[in-house]
């Protein structure tokens, strides 16, 4: 949530500047009619208390009027990155009704902001060297009123419907990353070193793995699982069904996960993290991987494979806006080479 957002892109030149009160880069700012301090510093954002943390009230705002709109709310704080992010949660739901909440959510986020005079966005990197935004997402699969991934004694009491789904997450997340991350933005957030979930592994609590098992107690109706790579530039209705396609996928094939991860990702050597196998490091990849991989979202008519070509094409524009331009930090890096 910004305070100034430009930008401009044409033939001559292109530019963008965001900017918030909390920003680390203004603890020299004069604008503000007297610098009260308290800026949240690089990565310092997590669960600070005001005045450091400028939104609570916003954030109240926002989660009380989703739920006057129906939206079962759980949560609200101050995140990561310290140029103004924040996470509002939201419960659980079927599939279309959390699809429809998301839809709500974004809504209402952008006109309270506004209200304030603020403005909201949910791309996954908007800020340089700091942590990005992301959209996690907690799945389950019920049957006749029963929760089918809790199996006791397991590794994280996970039943084996839960694995064979957890395997086809992983086998499949590179080509469903082209409807859960729909950006070139998004890939700008999926890269190491700042807490984004890129290694194609399950694990307990461990928030580095692109699929977490939150530590949810002993009941069997809490028992899930979180993807945790996608983001809120997704259509939730696409990024959803694609989802629980490549997990049903998993259970028909009884594709095997493999053992869960519980060492940090963050902090594991190169040579070892050469052998996980991470998520797509550009939408062209991910749309590639679309492409050669579509079979699992067709079955059933849930995806229709024109409507995938459809997605590749448009989305590859997207692709090529980007690739033609000139970056301003190539200016930086190469004008006087």
Not at 153 to 163: E, I
Not at 260 to 271: I, K
């Amino acid at each position: 949530m910004f305070d100034d957002v430009r930008y401009n892109s044409s033939e001559g030149g292109c530019f963008y500047n965001v900017d918030t009160i909390e920003a680390p880069w203004n603890t020299g700012r004069i604008e503000e009619g007297g610098n009260l301090a308290y800026k949240i510093q690089l990565k310092e954002g997590y669960f600070p208390v005001a005045p450091n943390d400028t939104a609570q009230d916003i954030r109240s705002e926002m989660l009380l009027l989703m739920g006057q709109l129906g939206i079962p709310i759980e949560k609200h704080h101050h995140e990561v990155a310290g140029a103004g992010q924040h996470e509002l949660g939201m419960k659980f739901a079927e599939l279309i009704q959390a699809a429809d909440n998301v839809m709500t959510y974004k809504y209402v986020v952008r006109n309270v902001a506004k209200k304030y005079g603020k403005t909201a966005t949910f791309m996954p990197k908007p800020v340089f060297n700091d942590n990005g935004t992301g959209m996690h997402v907690h799945q389950s699969l019920w049957k006749g009123g029963e929760p089918l991934f809790f199996g006791e004694g397991t590794y994280a009491n996970l039943s084996q419907t839960a694995r064979w789904y957890i395997g086809g997450i992983l086998k499949h997340a590179p080509s469903f990353l082209a409807f859960t991350n729909p950006s070139t933005n998004s890939y700008k957030r999926l890269v190491p070193g700042f807490e984004a979930p890129v290694n194609l592994v399950y694990s307990q609590g461990n928030r580095s793995a692109a699929v977490r098992i939150p530590l949810t107690g002993p009941s069997p109706k809490a028992k899930r699982l979180e993807f945790r790579s996608g983001d809120a530039l997704a259509n939730p209705y696409l990024a959803f069904s694609a989802m629980m396609m490549a997990g049903i996928d998993g259970i028909k094939k009884q594709l095997d996960p493999g053992e869960g991860v519980d060492v940090d990702l963050f902090e594991l050597p190169a040579a070892q993290l050469a052998n996980i196998d991470t998520v797509p490091a550009s939408l062209n990849s991910a749309l590639e991987a679309l492409d050669s991989d579509k079979q699992y979202l067709i079955e059933g008519g849930v995806f229709s494979e024109d409507f995938i070509d459809n997605w590749i094409n448009i989305k590859y524009e997207e692709v090529q806006q980007l690739r033609q331009r000139p970056h301003p930090h190539e200016f930086a890096m190469y004008y006087d080479a």
